[in-house]
């Protein structure tokens, strides 16, 4: 019974807690955020290919005056280098989304 109650709201708080994860996450990524979510969910497998090229592509005109190729880091990593990297860069959303695919591949 105690137990019980005890999992009951410990449930409960993670639940919180990964809501207010979540909005604090959400609200980071300023206004420019909300094309990306939809059209990503709909991407299909064949067009993942045509991203990474164009990926590839963005990397070269944006990225390759200073590297020559890409190194490569673990997802996690690799967003929030890129996401430094965009303000370098001066890149856009777009950009950085296509450019953070291909080096994640
Ligand atoms: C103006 C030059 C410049 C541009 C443009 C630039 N970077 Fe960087 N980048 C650097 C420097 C300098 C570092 C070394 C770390 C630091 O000082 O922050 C770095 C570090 C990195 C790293 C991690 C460390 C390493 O040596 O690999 C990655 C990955 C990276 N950049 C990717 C990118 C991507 C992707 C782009 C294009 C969106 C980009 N960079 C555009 C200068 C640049």
């Known amino acids: 019974m105690t ?10 708080g993670l639940a919180v807690g990964i809501l207010l994860f979540a909005g604090a996450a959400g609200g980071n990524e300023g206004s420019k955020r909300s094309t990306g979510t939809a059209s990503q ?7 993942e290919e045509t991203e990474r090229v164009e990926g590839e592509k963005r990397f070269h005109t944006n990225c390759s005056r200073c590297h020559q190729y890409p190194h490569k880091f673990p997802p996690r990593m690799m967003a929030t280098i ?4 965009r303000v370098r860069a001066t890149i856009t959303d777009e950009d950085m989304r ?3 695919r291909y080096m994640t591949q």
């Open 3 to 12: 137990a019980q109650r005890w999992i009951r709201s410990g449930m409960l």
């Open 41 to 47: 969910a709909a991407t299909k497998q064949q067009d």
């Open 82 to 85: 890129v996401r430094h990297m």
């Open 98 to 100: 296509l450019v953070l």
